[in-house]
């Protein structure tokens, strides 16, 4: 069964304070990993999609990376509008199906 | 219109009522989801209906029906739902095996 494990729970940073979000995954045949932004009372916000250990992608002050167990979301000098919960998914084979982790609640503080 | 929508926003029910939520892409995909989203819980996929197929998850209770007109209506006909129902229903769509797109959700109380 796929498995999907975000870490941490919670976050807290002050602006500027740069930082990494965890996503740990197990899965038969990863086909992609995505990262998705959700705020409070709204659905998630895709953001990126990572297909094989070693990719990368960025967007503004966030940059994704994935390896073969574990994926990174870097948020490089944060503002106080980067707050939000940020899910990790994964979709395994052929299927759509995505299976998401609980998630990383993120605050940033001026 | 622009993206997924989906109608109504809120919703308060009792256990005897039958509702329906809606949905509605505006990309062009060809496949669409229900989720699921309690708090503290992972997303849990629902149903979905690719290419006019349609594939459930085996734990959904049978108090959740989904219709699926066209490619670009999805509706969750609801009926004699349980407190423990109360959750964020969204719906999501996608081309094929992509990234999926999400509307903002309706947020169901039952009462």
């Known amino acids: 069964e796929d498995q999907v494990t975000q870490s941490p729970e919670a976050l807290r940073l002050q602006e500027g304070e740069s930082s990494s979000l965890n996503c740990s995954y197990t899965?038969?045949?990863?086909?992609?990993l995505f990262w998705y932004r959700q705020d409070p009372g709204k659905g998630p916000e895709f953001l990126f999609t990572?297909?094989?250990a070693g990719e990368e992608k960025e967007k503004e002050r966030l940059k994704a990376t994935l390896t073969k167990k574990e994926s990174f979301l870097h948020i490089t000098a944060p503002k106080p509008e980067d707050s939000a919960t940020y899910l990790c998914?994964?979709?395994?084979?052929?299927?759509?199906?995505?299976?998401f982790g609980t998630g990383t609640r993120l605050q940033v503080t001026l | 219109e622009t993206g997924v929508t989906q109608t109504p926003r809120h919703l308060v029910m009792g256990m005897t009522n039958k509702k329906s939520l809606k949905c509605e892409q505006h990309?062009?995909?060809?496949?669409m989801y229900w989720y699921k989203q309690s708090a503290k819980k992972p997303l849990e996929l629902m149903f979905v209906?690719?290419?006019?197929?349609?594939?459930e998850n085996n734990s959904v209770p049978s108090r959740f029906s989904p219709e699926c007109p066209n490619s670009s209506h999805l509706f969750l006909h609801l009926h004699t739902l349980q407190p423990e129902d109360s959750a964020l229903y969204l719906c999501?769509?996608?081309?094929?095996?992509?990234?999926?797109?999400f509307g903002p959700g309706t947020r169901l109380t039952v009462l």
């Open positions: 999501a769509s996608s081309q094929g095996n992509n990234e999926q797109f």
């Open positions: 990572l297909y094989s």
């Open positions: 899965v038969s045949g990863l086909r992609g």
């Open positions: 209906y690719s290419l006019e197929e349609r594939v």
């Open positions: 998914a994964v979709q395994a084979g052929t299927a759509s199906k995505l299976t």
């Open positions: 990309l062009g995909h060809n496949a």
